[in-house]
């Protein structure tokens, strides 16, 4: 009866021993999804930030790299973060603004002077007000990155004006900031999650895109497309978020190592935007694409063809906001 006892005993323990165990290892993987290439300003910063948590807790979490879209679209991925079935991601706020609507405020077209402007909003009281609503979404945002300015591209002609957009079927992102824009604007505005769009371009079901110079290099664009306008109709925010459930369960030192490392991970994010927004342009001509930069006559007709979009932005996110944004020096 004792040995049948004492064996039980020890194959609960060694249960309890193999659960620990499982559960420790599941708990220091961090998977991290994004929709770029590992040599994209996404897998840069990913990889800053897995470094430095990796240093910072002696290789206690080590970061699993699910590039280009291999955990699914970017909706997926934020959806795993708030199942707790992914860890970690880095994604743009074009996505993000269908669970955080606020983050919507930041994606309105031609509100963004410069690189330099934009991150000094989003480092400041405006964007630092943002950050703690995705609590509720069961996400933690650690900090803002960025993609660039957003551009068209196309394969039927250079645009100048907004008349050229009539028609066009245009990919936007599944953003209705976005949508509302392109549609004010007379385009065509089919929004599509990003891995249905190389397909698409190919196959000609839509006749080009927006994206910063840093996607368009990246995901080499010009192997799809023809024409390049740089309009630079909207700057392109993005964050490095975890699972809210997964952080909760993080000492304060540990979580002190993701906010650190989320940090370190903009630094090489914003270093590579920097780069790739002074020779993407010349890449892409030698790549064969023809581009065509808009004056700022061309830029301001757009901007006044926006007029009744702004008043939609106003109604959505309070004019204050939007003002107080502008005003940031
Ligand atoms: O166009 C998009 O969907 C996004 O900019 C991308 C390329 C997925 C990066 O976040």
Not at 104 to 109: L, R
Request: glycine share 8%; proline share 4%.
């Amino acid at each position: 009866m004792r040995s049948i006892k004492s064996s039980f005993l020890a194959a609960a323990a060694l249960a309890a021993c193999i659960a620990a165990t499982g559960a420790a290892s599941a708990q220091t993987e961090v998977k991290i999804g994004y929709a770029l290439a590992e040599n994209s300003h996404y897998g840069v910063a990913a990889k800053a930030w897995a470094e430095a948590v990796e240093q910072a807790t002696d290789g206690k979490f080590t970061f699993r790299q699910f590039p280009s879209s291999a955990l699914g679209g970017e909706r997926e991925v934020v959806e795993g973060l708030q199942l707790g079935t992914i860890e970690a991601t880095i994604v743009s706020t074009g996505t993000l603004s269908n669970f955080v609507p606020a983050v919507g405020a930041t994606d309105i077209p031609f509100l963004f002077r410069d690189l330099k402007h934009a991150r000094d909003v989003l480092d400041g009281p405006v964007g630092q007000e943002v950050l703690p609503l995705f609590d509720d979404r069961g996400m933690v945002a650690l900090a803002w990155g960025e993609q660039g300015f957003r551009h068209i591209t196309n394969n039927k002609h250079p645009i100048g004006t907004p008349a050229d957009l009539a028609g066009l079927k245009l990919r936007t992102m599944e953003n209705p900031v976005h949508i509302t824009a392109f549609e004010t604007l007379g385009a065509a505005p089919t929004p599509m999650a990003w891995p249905e769009v190389i397909g698409a371009l190919q196959q000609g079901t839509i006749d080009g895109q927006e994206n910063p110079l840093s996607v368009i290099v990246s995901v080499k664009l010009n192997e799809v497309q023809k024409y390049l306008t740089l309009s630079g109709h909207v700057y392109s925010p993005a964050m490095l978020l975890v699972s809210k459930s997964f952080f909760d369960n993080l000492s304060d030192e540990e979580q002190q190592a993701f906010r650190d490392g989320a940090a370190k991970g903009v630094v090489a994010m914003r270093a590579f935007v920097d780069d790739v927004e002074k020779s993407g342009v010349a890449t892409l001509k030698e790549r064969g694409m023809q581009v065509n930069e808009l004056s700022p006559e061309q830029k301001a007709e757009f901007q006044s063809s926006l007029k009744a979009a702004y008043q939609q932005y106003y109604e959505k996110y309070g004019k204050d906001l939007i003002d107080r944004i502008i005003a940031t020096k």
